[in-house]
């Protein structure tokens, strides 16, 4: 079965520096994986996805991740963070192909201090 | 376009009472997905569903919990009776297609006292 670990309970970041919370994951055959933000008593908002193709993705709000088959990971970067950047980030991944449910990381916090 | 809708958006019940979830996914979206967000975890899938048919009730506890897409667009989710660590956020999202790009509601907080 699928899964997902994003080791970093909390990542701490001043404004205009750059940012990276860490997911890695494990998936039978080649994966579909996701990020998604959630700010306080909000649902999930979709950040960007990689299916294939380049290993940079670009995604909403500065966002960007670079996948790494060798390493099984996915880590969520952004040049220069911004305070508004706060919030729970979920790393999400499933199988491309076949059927299987998404499976979400337990979460990252990410606090960007003025 | 409009998002995903859900309400109630807060709700606190005693345990053994029953409660009831509604959500309207994003028109033209074939799958509805709820989930449960219990605090400090990721979503955990509870029920999948393409058009009104469900594709994954895995891990849907069944003696208490059921759920409904009759025509295929809005869904309603249901626990009875409550327990105590059914406190959390139910979260409806909605895709194109199975595998898409999901997109989520606002989620419903429920307390159960």
């Known amino acids: 079965a699928q899964s997902v670990a994003q080791p970093e309970d909390q990542v701490n970041v001043a404004e205009g520096n750059p940012l990276t919370v860490k997911c890695t994951y494990s998936?039978?055959?080649?994966?579909?994986l996701f990020w998604y933000v959630q700010y306080p008593n909000r649902g999930l908002q979709f950040l960007l996805k990689y299916i294939t193709g380049d290993n940079l993705v670009k995604g909403s709000y500065g966002f960007e991740a670079e996948f790494n088959k060798s390493q099984t990971s996915f880590h969520l970067k952004k040049p220069s963070a911004l305070v508004s950047d706060s919030a729970l980030y979920f790393c999400a991944v499933t199988p491309l192909q076949g059927f299987q449910k998404l499976v979400f990381g337990t979460g990252t916090r990410l606090l960007v201090s003025p | 376009e409009a998002g995903v809708a859900q309400s109630p958006r807060y709700k606190i019940i005693e345990k053994r009472q029953s409660v009831a979830f509604w959500c309207n996914p994003i028109s033209g979206h074939a799958t509805l997905y709820w989930y449960q967000q219990i605090l400090g975890q990721g979503p955990k899938l509870l029920i999948q569903?393409?058009?009104?048919?469900?594709?994954?009730d895995s891990q849907l506890p069944k003696d208490r919990f059921s759920a409904e897409r009759l025509k295929g667009v809005d869904s309603t989710l249901k626990i009875q009776p409550a327990k105590l660590e059914d406190s959390a956020v139910y979260l409806c999202?909605?895709?194109?297609?199975?595998?898409?790009?999901?997109?989520f509601g606002p989620g419903t907080r429920l307390l159960v006292l």
């Open positions: 998936v039978s055959g080649n994966p579909y």
């Open positions: 999202a909605s895709s194109l297609e199975s595998q898409g790009t999901q997109y």
């Open positions: 569903f393409q058009n009104n048919g469900v594709v994954d």
